[in-house]
């Protein structure tokens, strides 16, 4: 008889929180009541019976738009979704499997075996082939995801490898910062997840580093000894940089200015579009090739 009650029990608590034709979504951490009530009362999703793991909505775009992270078939899924109307505008599905189980890297040649409870999207930027994002858990580990409809790339991070955060850099080409051995380096990649540069495995640069602060962007790239200074997407000199030179382009006076922009990354050479105005007022317009993994010019 105890089990009967508390089967209507559970049945009516479902039933409470749900709206007609609509499934209410569970949480490996709540009750149907406690999710459904807090975080998903009345978002329409298709198919979500298989549809688990789920986190807190994530609110942006002025509170108009709302996302969901989950696993649905095994698979990394995020749903956008309208705030007012709670109708889906998009749902994202990885091409490959998320794992939620994985080998944790405790250091000094141990590991063990930790499980995803929650997922958090830290930062998420559409694409033309997909988009990007970066995830956390419980472990703080941030993974990488570049979805596409060919394959997903991710990347695993232990704890310590502290990211900064992921960044659009230039026309679908993102940047992450993260820490090891006590040094900031910088991992590129571009919009289908391969991996422009690395600043750690490519030792060839002999330093890069990324710093987001507000909405500017921030990143130095030391190239024998001299720097380039790029803020915004703009080659810079001002009196941060005056005492390093951005001899890769030419060496000039205090007065005079750069700006640039980045045209094309293409089979690892980045086109920039460099405006030069002197003293005099002269303008001089040249497009330069850098090879990102060496940092040579191309000839």
Avoid at 114 to 120: E, G, I, W
Avoid at 169 to 194: A, K, R
Wanted: with cysteine.
């Amino acid at each position: 008889m105890k089990k009967i009650l508390f089967l209507i029990i559970s049945v009516l608590m479902v039933l409470g929180c749900s709206k007609e034709n609509e499934e209410v979504v569970g949480h490996n951490r709540m009750s149907y009541e406690e999710f459904c009530n807090k975080y998903f009362s009345g978002y329409l999703v298709n198919d979500t019976t298989k549809l688990v793991n789920l986190t807190k909505e994530i609110k942006y775009n002025q509170d108009e738009t709302t996302y969901f992270v989950g696993t649905k078939n095994q698979k990394l899924w995020i749903g956008l979704f309208d705030t007012k109307t709670k109708k889906c505008i998009k749902e994202y599905v990885s091409h490959d499997e998320f794992p939620l189980d994985f080998t944790y890297d405790l250091g000094y040649g141990k590991t063990e075996i930790a499980h995803m409870d929650y997922l958090n999207v830290n930062n998420l930027f559409e694409t033309q082939k997909g988009f990007a994002c970066s995830i956390s858990s419980q472990y703080s580990l941030y993974t990488i995801y570049i979805f596409n409809s060919i394959q997903t790339k991710y990347y695993l991070y232990r704890e310590y490898n502290v990211y900064k955060g992921l960044s659009e850099w230039y026309d679908n080409t993102f940047l992450m910062q993260y820490n090891i051995n006590n040094e900031n380096n910088t991992l590129c990649l571009n919009e289908v997840g391969e991996i422009l540069f690395d600043g750690y495995m490519d030792r060839k640069i002999l330093s890069l580093n990324y710093t987001p602060t507000n909405l500017k962007d921030y990143i130095y790239i030391n190239y024998d000894n001299d720097y380039i200074f790029i803020k915004n997407g703009t080659l810079q000199n001002n009196e941060a940089t005056s005492h390093k030179r951005l001899n890769l382009f030419s060496r000039t006076e205090d007065k005079e200015i750069f700006t640039c922009e980045f045209r094309n990354i293409k089979n690892n050479i980045l086109e920039i579009y460099l405006i030069l105005t002197g003293i005099s007022g002269d303008i001089l317009n040249k497009t330069y090739k850098v090879n990102i993994q060496t940092f040579e010019l191309e000839q």
